[in-house]
């Protein structure tokens, strides 16, 4: 299946990687006239996947509140998946992402019911400090006098060696768009319509699409939908985007980990340190998967994608179950599913991942662990169907402590509770011999800032939405 | 051994009595969800129970019984119903009279009595099509005991120094510790556990080949005849009305364990009815040989179900308790057992398009999803005696309750270790 490259924005495509910094303005609408004028003008810069800008990049993200204040129609908007429409902060949401307690959307400094409104995404990327956040500032002119309002505004940046605040290499594994023109190792190459609108996804079915109900706009600027249905197709080489700020306490994780690793005399283990976290990530510093290096991190900058789990590791004595890593992607070893099975499943729960880093510029080790201020990352990711990718992944995966066969563990890095109800263990499990290693009184290193769900449109949508 | 058993009870409510009986509910509901407990605890047989209001109209507004709102009730129970009808009249009086009171012909105060009560409940009881336990066997009692004994050996394992020990030696110091310690005494018999029943499933599977021909015939018939004439519901999950998802949402993940209740009605016909029964009987007699194991058609996370006809069998209920997400659940679904699904539940209204009885159907993932939240309605209350419990987890305890008293060998004895 050939995709339309030209018509979908780049971000869910390409990392960006040579974009060393970002700024993502977030806007809400004050004068729809204006804020579509604003739009319009700039759609003609707006990265498609098949430019390679060297200098800056820039793409658009809508909430569903956004495409209400442009004037989208609320038989219109009502095609839209519930997941979007209903955003990331209702309750039943809450406890599916498991934001409670200082990561309560109450607490938010943007995207939560005590925030203004955010209604369009502004994603800018330039090459180097200067060129991204000059022409932020130009763009900058233009939206503050043209009935939009910045609410919220995050720089972002990418560390050397794409390194996280903990000390991580970070976003090593990502699947791969068939018909993109990238290949990847087959168990990572995902049909389109896992992640655009308009393709058949794992199912070999089209994705759940925004249809238009009633006529607005310029809808001759719409193609017809995939599925056949004569109605015309919003959502065509479009994506939802999935937004969370999340802060990293970058010392009380290096102190968990030197606590329960220290010396008997109470020194820091560096080395054990460095594994406890390793092993809860599975991957090490360097990016290296513990799965294939259990012992020590063999250093130097690790791309390593190329392994899978059960030939080497099926008792998960080399990567606990129980890791980030191998429970957000678990490859070959998808419940107590066989080898081939898994691979087919776990396609039909990937996320493409984008994370930008903000505050300070700190890699994080067991001896280091106090940056300047706040820091933490914004993660962000694309996929078609929200409810059955990320947060299928958030909750099923992450926050669940049954996974397997486990009883008490959430993920150590992003699925513990802050306060968990009395008597509620929080655990993470090493499998070894003689017996199990048990890492007791997990907490919460990761805290939920802000964030919103979002519709990434085609560059035809953001046409036609500045016609409605 | 014990077995458990359900118990499903269909009451149609006194005319005005509704929103009494609704408000009511709704408190039981709020106070279990706040942990106060409840008369039927106290009776340390139920695993699960629920209640809910039936409406006679179905999804679409349409009439499809004169009978009115009635009460379900549905319990998942250990031992035999006789004895579960006289606790529940006997210990859970006071429960059961204010609920009941809301219901046609209950008996007035008065002429209350265990008995009065039993036969009354009684009257009301349905039978299921067909039941499925996960854990086999496993009463309350024994699921509680078999926790507490892995919690405490978890502890001990964890506190322990286990250093240059062999597993068998740490198996032994584990036995010796729990033999130490007087309330574990029952831990010392071991416990059957149900295993594939190869001569059933030989059985079964000469009677199918016996009958393959007439199935072949029956099934391209459906194909060709009945098929043809289905209408899909045809909406996807962003179509289904706002207001009903977000009344099951409201009671859904609050514990890592949900419920999950629908009401199907059936296609017009004897033939669907027909199929339906056949698969029924089919279901029971896997549910009874091969998924004896905690999975029910390869799904790891089903505690109970049931299915249940009701109205001159023109309606089917379907009752399930699961560990987990109702996106990973209804996921599941398709992905292990898509056919059985669109076998059974295609001979209700509305499935999505089917081939052949078993093909497409649930496949078909986001008109699928649609289709079972359409069908899908508000359970009033819901209680699950062990919600901080897996049936994976259930199913672990129990082995690891019989291997604890049994001579391992080394290999077995660090599979015994690795279960904690």
Known sequence: MELELSDIQGYVVRGYKYMMYSRYVMLTVTEPALAKKFIKTNVPDV?????????????????????????????NLDNFTREFREGMTTEHRQRLLGDFDSSAPGNWRWGGPNNEEVHILLMV????????????????????????????????????????????????????????????????????????????????VYPDTPVLATVQGDTTLLPFDASGTGKRDLGRNGSYMVMRQLQQDVDLYWNFMNEATKNEDGSVNIEASIKLAAQMMGRWPSGAPIVKFPGKDPGGISDDDDFLYMEHDPDGSKCPFGSHLRRTNPRDNFEDNGVK???????????????????????????????????????????????????????????????????????????????????????????????????????????????????????????????? | ????????????????????????????????????????????????????????????????????????????????????????????????????????????????????????????????????????????????????????????????????????EIHNSIKENVLATKKFEWAKEPVKIPGVRWLGMAFLGLILLVLLPFIIIWVLIINFFLEPRDKPLGLTPSQVDEAHIKKLEEYEDLENQNQFTQVLIMKPGKMRLITLQGLMLFAKALIKNLFVNGKLMGIPTIHFARWVMIDGQKRMLFFSNFDGSWQ?????????????????????????????????????????LAWSRYFQIPTSVWYCAYPHLSIKNVINNTYIRNDLFKELNETEAQKFLKRF
Request: glycine letters at 8%; hydrophobic letters at 30%.
């Open chain 1, 47 to 75: 990265t498609n996947v098949t430019h390679h800008p060297t200098t800056h990049c820039l793409n658009f993200a809508f909430t569903s509140l956004g495409l209400k204040s442009l004037g989208m129609s609320r038989e």
């Open chain 1, 125 to 204: 990327f330039g090459a180097n400090k200067e060129i991204a956040f000059n022409y932020a500032d130009q763009l900058k002119q233009q939206y503050i006098v043209s009935g939009l309002k910045e609410v919220c505004c995050i720089d972002g940046q990418t560390l050397p060696y794409n390194k996280e605040h903990f000390g991580f290499r970070d976003g090593i594994s990502q699947p791969t768009i068939k018909g993109t023109g990238r290949s990847g190792p087959p168990e990572h190459d995902i049909n389109a319509g896992e992640f655009l609108m308009g393709y058949k996804n794992e199912y070999n």
């Open chain 1, 341 to 468: 099975e898994s691979l087919r499943l776990t396609r039909r729960h990937r996320i493409m991942r984008r994370a930008r880093l903000y505050g300070d510029t700190y890699v994080g080790s067991p001896l280091n662990h106090s940056p300047d201020g706040e820091v933490g990352l914004v993660f962000t990711c694309f996929n078609a169907d929200i409810s059955r990718q990320f947060e299928f992944i958030q909750y099923t995966w992450a926050n669940y402590p049954k996974f397997k066969q486990l009883y008490n563990d959430p993920d150590p890095i992003c699925g513990v509770r802050e306060n968990p109800a009395p008597g509620t263990e929080q655990n993470f499990t090493i499998p070894c011999s003689p017996v199990n290693r048990y890492v007791t009184g997990l907490k919460k290193f990761v805290h939920t800032k802000g964030g919103a769900y979002f519709f990434f449109p085609s560059i035809t949508t953001i046409n036609y939405l500045t016609t409605i």
């Open chain 2, 1 to 168: 051994m014990i077995h458990q058993n359900p118990l499903t009870l269909v009451t149609p409510v006194k005319n005005g009595e509704h929103d009494n009986l609704d408000a009511l509910l709704m408190k039981i509901r709020q106070e279990i969800i706040k942990g106060s407990p409840q008369d039927f605890e106290n009776l340390n047989t139920i695993h699960y129970a629920r209640w809910i209001l039936l409406e006679p109209k179905d999804a679409d507004g349409k009439l499809q019984s004169d009978v009115g709102v009635r009460l379900v009730f549905s319990s998942d129970y250990d031992g035999d119903e006789d004895e579960h009808l006289t606790d529940l009249s006997t210990k859970c009086a006071r429960f059961i009279d204010d609920m009941y009171s809301c219901c046609e012909d209950y008996p007035p105060p008065a002429r209350r009595s265990p008995e009065s009560r039993k036969i009354y409940l009684s009257r009301w009881r349905v039978k299921e099509s067909a039941f499925f336990a996960g854990a086999p066997g496993r009463t309350l009692r024994q699921i509680r005991q078999e926790n507490e004994l892995r919690n405490y050996i978890w502890n001990f394992i964890k506190s322990g120094s286990w250093n240059n020990k062999s597993v068998n």
């Open chain 2, 328 to 368: 990973q659940y209804l996921g599941d679904f398709i992905d292990k057992s898509g056919w059985g699904l669109t076998g059974i539940w295609s001979n209700t209204q509305k499935f999505p398009k089917t081939k052949f009885l078993f093909a497409a159907g649930a496949y078909d993932e986001e008109h699928f």
